[in-house]
């Protein structure tokens, strides 16, 4: 069974740093591109970042481009999101995404709010 669990957000002010992981179980987690998107309030969903099976590659979205990081431990089947420099437009729900086959894995979701 496929499990993506997300953990580590909360409240922060503008211009503070935060790091989301995202721990997941049920598949070779070493075989697969992993993705950040989150969805703020009255908006659709939105790709974040991605990250490659080994940590060749990763791609941000202009929005974060400079100022997010996705890392991954293979080890520990996890991926991160660091989040630096944050603004208020940064607020949403973040969620960790794969796509195994022609199924898409989604996490639960863990609410991000920047605000002074």
């Known amino acids: 069974q496929v499990q993506l669990v997300e953990s580590g957000g909360g409240s922060v002010q503008p211009g503070g740093s935060l790091r989301l992981a995202c721990t997941t179980s049920?598949?070779?987690?070493?075989?697969?591109?992993m993705d950040w998107y989150r969805q703020a309030p009255g908006k659709q969903r939105e790709f974040v970042a991605t990250?490659?099976?080994?940590?060749?590659?990763?791609n941000n979205a202009d929005s974060v481009k400079g100022r997010f990081a996705i890392p991954r431990d293979n080890a520990k089947n996890t991926i991160y999101l660091q989040m630096n420099r944050m603004e208020p437009e940064d607020t949403a729900v973040y969620y960790c995404?794969?796509?195994?086959?022609?199924?898409?894995?989604w996490g639960q979701g863990t609410q991000v709010t920047v605000s002074s």
């Open positions: 995404h794969s796509r195994l086959g022609s199924h898409d894995y």
């Open positions: 049920g598949f070779i987690f070493s075989s697969y591109a």
């Open positions: 990250i490659s099976n080994l940590a060749r590659h990763t």
